[in-house]
Nanobody
Framework: VQLQASGGGLVQAGGSLRLSCAAS????????RAWFREAPGKEREFVVA????????NYADSVKGRFTISRDNAKNTVYLQMNSLKPEDTAVYYC???????????????WGQGTLVTVSS
């Protein structure tokens, strides 16, 4: 089973992007899903997580009010809507899956390949 992240690109500050993370089959339909990001020269950090049915979400303080996670289990896909983007949001964004909801890198067993988001000032 694979996770495929997409939707990254170059955007000006204040703009929006929507990332997608598609699973190759329904294995992760009842898994928690999350997004992490890794900025140049920095460690990978937690961005947001969502439980299997979408009832529970948790956001890093740095993205609260600007980013929204959602999921469509029928499509095995999780989305990250990113609004009001800032240059400091520039990073490679990784999607991940875990049997239960967590907020740390080590909690997640399955990872996508990452998609680059670049926000210009």
């Amino acid at each position: 089973v694979q996770l495929q992240a997409s939707g990254g690109g170059l955007v000006q500050a204040g703009g929006s992007l929507r990332l997608s993370c598609a699973a190759s089959d329904g294995t992760f339909r009842r898994y928690a899903r999350a997004w992490f990001r890794e900025a140049p020269g920095k460690e990978r950090e937690f961005v947001v997580a969502i439980n299997w049915d979408g009832a529970t979400t948790n956001y890093a303080d740095s993205v609260k009010g600007r980013f929204t996670i959602s999921r469509d289990n029928a499509k095995n896909t999780v989305y990250l809507q990113m609004n009001s983007l800032k240059p400091e949001d520039t990073a490679v964004y990784y999607c991940a899956a875990s049997a239960t909801l967590g907020y740390t890198i080590n909690w997640y067993d399955y990872w996508g390949q990452g998609t680059l988001v670049t926000v210009s000032s």
